[in-house]
């Protein structure tokens, strides 16, 4: 996997829907090392790239879950944290949280925190697609209404975060393999 440069093409993220977007390459202790086009870079040997978890609450202290859409690559139908991004190459990850909520739910976010900030994971889909992220995790606000793409989303709910983590606890094949290492780590779930 060639690594790409760090054109303005490539720092612009997704603005334009048909344009490539690129993830940051890393090496073992999570140095970038290059980019490359996330749409080719996962298969059943991904190299290890930067991502982030996000975990949105609202004014009454709830978390949203999302459902990913049947039409994903990996996890489809998987019920997991609010939101997930790659931050594209010298983006700040805070920008990045706050483009994805608004091009995958349709909303705004503030007082973006960090949660885990050294998370990383890799796990194997069941179709045999990995994912390899050195992942940090945070937790927002969110501040407009919802209005998820069905391409990326496919169902939404909102939970206590107590209700989220007996959930996860009782059945965690029914969530994403990187929420049910985060929601343990993190203290939003144990209060």
């Given at each position: 996997?060639?690594?790409?440069?760090?054109?303005?093409?490539a720092r612009a993220g997704t603005a334009d829907p048909g344009a490539?977007?690129?993830?940051?390459?890393?090496?073992?202790?999570?140095?970038?090392?290059?980019?490359?086009?996330?749409?080719?870079?996962?298969?059943a040997d991904t190299p290890l790239h930067l991502a982030f978890s996000?975990?949105?609450?609202?004014?009454?202290?709830?978390?949203?879950?999302?459902?990913?859409?049947?039409?994903?690559?990996?996890?489809?139908?998987?019920?997991?944290?609010?939101?997930?991004?790659?931050?594209?190459?010298?983006?700040?990850?805070?920008?990045?949280?706050?483009?994805?909520?608004?091009?995958?739910?349709?909303?705004?976010?503030?007082?973006?925190?960090?949660?885990?900030?050294?998370?990383?994971?890799?796990?194997?889909?069941?179709?045999?697609?990995?994912?390899?992220?050195?992942?940090?995790?945070?937790?927002?606000?969110?501040?407009?209404?919802?209005?998820?793409?069905?391409?990326?989303?496919?169902?939404?709910?909102?939970?206590?975060?107590?209700?989220?983590?007996?959930?996860?606890?009782?059945?965690?094949?029914?969530?994403?393999?990187?929420?049910?290492?985060?929601?343990?780590?993190?203290?939003?779930?144990?209060?």
């Amino acid at each position: 996997m060639a690594p790409h440069s760090d054109s303005p093409a490539a720092r612009a993220g997704t603005a334009d829907p048909g344009a490539a977007e690129y993830v940051v390459l890393l090496d073992e202790e999570g140095t970038p090392i290059g980019s490359a086009d996330k749409a080719v870079i996962h298969t059943a040997d991904t190299p290890l790239h930067l991502a982030f978890s996000c975990h949105l609450v609202d004014d009454d202290g709830r978390v949203l879950l999302t459902r990913r859409a049947l039409g994903k690559l990996t996890w489809p139908g998987v019920w997991t944290n609010s939101f997930c991004g790659h931050p594209g190459p010298g983006e700040d990850p805070v920008e990045a949280i706050v483009r994805r909520a608004e091009q995958e739910l349709g909303t705004r976010v503030d007082s973006i925190e960090p949660a885990i900030p050294d998370f990383r994971y890799r796990a194997v889909d069941d179709s045999g697609v990995v994912e390899n992220e050195i992942c940090p995790v945070f937790t927002a606000r969110i501040r407009a209404d919802l209005n998820p793409r069905p391409d990326e989303i496919c169902a939404h709910h909102w939970a206590t975060p107590q209700d989220v983590r007996a959930a996860v606890d009782a059945t965690p094949f029914a969530f994403s393999p990187w929420m049910v290492a985060q929601v343990p780590k993190m203290a939003l779930y144990s209060r």
